[in-house]
């Protein structure tokens, strides 16, 4: 089942890439004879119910796939929560101007610390907490979450 998983991740990557959108996370389970597969995707400026329709129907007509699945197979494609961790460089730019929990392990500040992110570059965050902005490397960061707001 690993090189089936690894065949079906390939096309399903492949797919999504082209479609300008990339994978986070990729999953597949067996029940009997059905295989599931749980695919998340985004894309730098945030992914759109109909990008998601688009590649959800393009991964559906893949012949690769449905050789290796006579059986067929029930696939489920979506977007990170907004409560999924930010772990990249590319998870942050859309977030610019949003409330952030940050876990990190820089010794110059406690963990985990609240800002609105101001700034992105590829070395470092710039954080704007409680009117002061602070910059956190990206060496250093565990993971954010977007804090909301209720």
Known sequence: MTIVKEKVKAVIEQIVEESGAYL???????QGKRSFFKVVIQTLSGITLDEIASITKTINSNEVL?????????????????????????????????????????????????????????EKLVLDIKGVQKAL???????AKIEIKW
């Open 24 to 30: 986070v996370d990729f999953a597949v389970t067996l």
């Open 66 to 122: 449905d050789q290796l699945f006579n059986d067929g197979y029930h696939l489920e494609v979506s977007s990170p929560g907004i409560d999924s961790k930010l772990t990249e460089y590319r998870d942050f730019p859309r977030n610019i101007g949003r409330t952030l929990k940050i876990y990190h392990m820089s010794s110059s500040m406690k963990s985990p610390i609240n800002g609105i992110l101001v700034e992105v570059t590829e």
């Open 137 to 143: 490397q990206f060496s250093d960061l565990d993971y």
